[in-house]
């Protein structure tokens, strides 16, 4: 087993997926190089890089380079879909779906319903989430939440290499349009985990419990998973039993692996990087408020950004999402 970037396992999954469906086809901003001189091919790649060198092996028809216009491309993207393609359409920054929000809300989430499911949209959206790098108010936001609300649409968030790998995969392959959020911290961590060469799948809709433990429940999403883990170490050195549960489905949710932790450790963090309002983790705590109440020795505790738009500064940037410390505080306080 070798050790791969995530951005290396999202590239893996995607030239796979073209070699074994002609019909899977890339569009988005600077997919391509944004050039016609070949020696750009192998050296760009968008840019998270994610897809470096696929136009160099799979040609321009099937890597399209797109006019900085998300709901023309979007738009293109969920047409393709419904005429039997397999596209995956790069949304460089999440942030950007208000110019395209019609296409994904109002035609790729409701056309298979509308149709009395004789059409399928089998239509894959990668786009990049997170504080970090300090690309200010309008390159940083999460916003997965937002896509949650809407029936139709499946929300995937990778927390490694490895998962990344199988839910893109998975995505692909998938029959109705899912959305796959990239957080732009993960994808600059060095290689940790192994990766298999070969193709697999993770199943979109299923919570991994990345460790066991007995006192309390921590949920992370996407890059608040790796924070989890880190933070785990810490109170396990203090003597705690700490579960950590990594959600990279959030829509479908596996509500059950959440009810069975909670009646299990009492305790639960949610940790999410998304704006506290209407969130994801407000979500996750009415469901346990709701359906494990009774088992619960506190209240569930969510760790959310301030309401406000992720500042530019530096200083700002680091006080303003969830770290590892603000989870230990936080832990500390419950296990007391």
């Not at 790729?108 to 949209?121: E, N, R, T």
């Amino acid at each position: 087993m070798r050790k791969i970037s995530y951005i290396q396992a999202i590239n893996e999954s995607l030239k796979y997926e073209m070699n074994n469906d002609e019909n899977v086809i890339i569009m988005g901003e600077d997919v391509a190089g944004g050039g016609d001189r070949d020696e750009k091919l192998d050296a760009w790649g968008g840019p998270m890089r994610l897809t470096k060198g696929l136009v160099k092996e799979f040609g321009r028809n099937r890597v399209k380079d797109t006019p900085i216009s998300e709901a023309g491309f979007v738009g293109a993207g969920v047409g393709a879909a419904a005429a039997g393609l397999r596209p995956v359409v790069d949304l460089m920054y999440v942030s950007f779906y208000g110019v395209c929000a019609d296409q994904i809300t109002n035609n790729a989430a409701k056309i298979h319903y509308m149709f009395g499911g004789k059409v399928k949209v089998p239509l894959t959206i990668m786009t990049a989430m997170g504080v970090g790098g300090n690309k200010a108010a309008q390159h940083s936001e999460t916003l997965y939440s937002i896509f949650t609300h809407f029936p139709g649409l499946k929300c995937i968030v990778p927390s490694n290499p490895y998962n990344a790998k199988g839910l893109m995969t998975s995505a692909i392959r998938d029959d109705d349009p899912v959305i796959l959020f990239n957080n732009r911290q993960l994808m600059g961590l060095k290689p940790e985990y192994d990766v298999p060469e070969n193709s697999y799948v993770i199943e979109i809709g299923k919570a991994n419990i990345e460790k066991y433990g007995t006192d309390i429940t921590l949920i992370g999403i996407g890059y608040t998973t790796y924070l989890c883990l880190e933070a785990a170490k810490v109170l396990e050195s203090m003597g705690f039993s700490i579960e950590v549960i990594d959600l990279i489905s959030l829509s479908p949710m596996d509500e059950e692996t959440i009810i069975k932790s909670v009646q299990k450790t009492k305790k639960v963090i949610i940790v999410d990087e998304d704006y506290p309002r209407c969130s994801i983790s407000a979500d996750i705590s009415a469901l346990i408020s709701e359906q494990a109440f009774d088992y619960l020795d506190a209240p569930p505790r969510r760790l959310n950004p301030p309401h406000t738009p992720v500042p530019y500064s530096k200083p700002l940037e680091k006080l303003y999402a969830p770290d590892k410390e603000t989870i230990i505080k936080n832990a500390q306080i419950l296990l007391e």
